[in-house]
């Protein structure tokens, strides 16, 4: 049976790494009928088989887990010098990290999503072999992959994907574009479904679904079920940040930047986007590296200013209320 078939709510919960994500989020979401997502994003191997089975502790029903795909080549540290360097002028005595690359430990987190199977592993940032995929139904796990357009959906289906993740430019955090660059298409959900839906696999629609009415729009256009990130951020089981929580519950602009990490996202516009967005280099994971420390210094501070405040377009409909009546008041009867 295929997983979704056997969740009753149309509701998946958007991964969400660096902090919002946690096994009490994703198990409540999956207690309440919806399909709850792990982040693996940035943890270790150690710290992602404890995410795994503290969620396992907390629900017996199916979830997932997301893995970031491998970057590409290195960036030449000629295209960041520069920038890095104005940041670490401007950091106002905050620590900055040195620029480096990795893997994000992609080959032992399959090895451990493997060995513990979960009930779908989603990919961003790139699409994974047919051999990964192989793998992955072997253990019994459906491969779901985030796409931004339709050549991203064909190659998702030539390399086998069970499930396709349709991400519109509305979204909140980071863009799964495969590789990013400065003339990538910026889809609207809407479109983006519409284009994906003959390709065959299931699609699964994300970006700024905040209310029962959008995802009635986006069932109706074709999709599966709405995997929403933002409005979750308020949840209390959520580690959404002090500084974060704030930003997200207020009127605010936001904007598609580099300026964190060297990789497109949208987030809640503040002075660091201003001041280090417009000539941000594509650069990542190395700029994440870099302002990591920054990040989270501010963010101890309470600082919201020089914080990554991921948020998709909808955020101000974000409630300050339990997952289960985030998923009952989206995926619920009408
Ligand atoms: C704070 C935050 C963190 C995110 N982290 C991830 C992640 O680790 N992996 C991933 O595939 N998508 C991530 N996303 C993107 C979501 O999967 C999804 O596309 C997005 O939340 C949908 O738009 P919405 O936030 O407006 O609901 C993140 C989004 C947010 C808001």
Aim: glycine share 10%; charged share 20%.
């Amino acid at each position: 049976v295929a997983v979704l078939d056997a969740v009753p709510t149309p509701i998946v919960l958007a991964p969400m790494a660096g902090g919002p994500s946690t096994p009490v989020l994703t198990a409540a979401v999956c207690e309440a009928g919806g399909l709850g997502f792990a982040a693996l994003g940035y943890l270790s191997p150690e710290r992602a088989a404890e995410e795994l089975r503290a969620t396992r502790a907390l629900t017996a029903r199916p979830f997932g887990a997301n893995v970031f795909m491998p970057p590409g080549e290195p960036a030449d540290p000629a295209s960041y010098a520069a920038w890095v360097e104005r940041v670490r002028a401007g950091a106002g005595g905050r620590p900055v990290g040195a620029p480096r690359t990795g893997d994000d430990a992609y080959e032992e987190k399959l090895a451990l999503l493997c060995a513990e199977p979960v009930a779908a592993v989603s990919f961003t940032f790139g699409c994974p072999s047919r051999e990964v995929v192989a793998r992955l139904r072997a253990a019994g796990t459906e491969t779901w992959v985030t796409v931004t357009s339709p050549q991203e959906g064909s190659e998702a289906v030539a390399a086998g994907a069970d499930v396709l993740v349709a991400q519109g430019a509305e979204a909140g955090g980071h863009r799964g574009t495969f590789v990013d660059r400065v003339d990538a298409p910026l889809y609207g959900v809407l479109a983006l479904l519409q284009l994906l839906e003959p390709l065959g696999p299931p699609v699964v629609a994300a970006g700024a679904i905040a209310t029962p009415a959008a995802v009635d729009a986006v069932l109706a256009a074709g999709a599966e079920a709405a995997q929403v990130g933002t409005a979750f951020l308020l949840c209390p089981e959520a580690g959404t940040a002090e500084p974060h929580r704030r930003a997200v519950a207020s009127a605010g602009e936001t904007a598609l930047t580099r300026a964190y990490t060297g990789r497109l996202a949208r987030g809640i516009r503040n002075r660091f986007t201003a001041e280090h967005g417009a000539d941000a280099p594509l650069a990542y994971p190395e700029l994440h590296f870099v302002t990591a420390p920054l990040r989270a210094a501010a963010r101890a501070e309470g600082d919201a200013e020089a914080v990554n405040l991921w948020a998709g377009e909808a955020h101000e409909l974000a409630r300050e209320e339990p997952a289960a009546d985030v998923v009952a008041r989206l995926g619920g009867p009408r």
